[in-house]
Nanobody, 129 residues
């Protein structure tokens, strides 16, 4: 059974950092792209970042470029989202998700909820003083 589990969320002050983890089970992460999305109260789910299974530049939404870094450790079957210089507007529930095999993250095309079929349960990130 395909399962994605996020962890690493919490409460942090503006300017602080968090590292989110997305651990996969039931499938080998090596062959899949993984996306990170977030959803703030009253807002639609937004694509934040995406990393392909192999070559290519990761995708980042403009609002996080230069602050967030996505990476993967295939040996641990885990994808990470390092979030630095956090802002109150980064407050949201963060989800990782897997698209079908063969999906490629375009570094300038955006990522869309409808393209991702397997989702984790989410982890809350709150940025507040």
């Amino acid at each position: 059974q395909v399962q994605l589990v996020e962890s690493g969320g919490g409460l942090v002050q503006p300017g602080g950092s968090l590292r989110l983890s997305c651990a996969a089970s039931g499938f080998t992460l090596d062959y899949y792209a993984i996306g990170w999305f977030r959803q703030a109260p009253g807002k639609e789910r937004e694509g934040v970042s995406c990393i392909s299974s192999s070559d290519g530049n990761p995708y980042y939404v403009d609002s996080v470029k230069g602050r967030f870094t996505i990476s993967r450790d295939n040996a641990k079957n885990t994808v990470y989202l390092q979030m630095n210089r956090l802002k109150p507007e980064d407050t949201a529930v963060y989800y990782c998700a897997a698209p079908p095999l063969g999906y490629y993250c375009s570094d300038d095309g955006g990522i869309f909820v409808a393209d991702f079929g397997s989702w984790g349960q989410g982890t809350q990130v709150t940025v507040s003083s």
